[in-house]
């Protein structure tokens, strides 16, 4: 009889198992957030204004997998070497250096 060893952090939901097999049609709102590296309120309000596709299955939402990638896709890219802002000075126009 062959034993496998438990591993002790969990396995992240479906998506490891069935990357190889098939593609899950949707994900939960957690691994949603997950594949876009945002919060998971981030895709509440993604919803909301219905830029995610969500439906609900019982007390369960899932979020359209193919929504997620047309929404990522959909995002601009960055074009310039400048580093990204955030924040305060994000918002303020931030004057040139003196040499």
């Known amino acids: 009889m062959v034993r496998r060893a438990i591993s002790s952090q969990p396995i992240k939901h479906n ?3 069935l990357r190889g097999i098939m593609s899950p049609l949707a994900v ?21 204004a219905r830029k995610l ?4 299955h019982g007390a369960r939402t899932l979020v359209d ?3 997620v990638k047309a929404f990522y896709a959909s995002l601009p ?6 580093p990204i802002v955030f924040g305060r000075r994000a918002k303020r126009q931030l004057k040139p250096r003196r040499a």
């Open 77 to 82: 890219i960055k074009q310039t070497s400048s």
């Open 65 to 67: 997998v193919e929504s």
């Open 53 to 56: 596709i969500a439906r609900k």
């Open 28 to 48: 939960s709102p957690r691994e949603a957030a997950s594949m876009l590296s945002i919060s998971k309120r981030s895709v509440s309000r993604l919803i909301r």
């Open 15 to 17: 998506l490891i198992l």
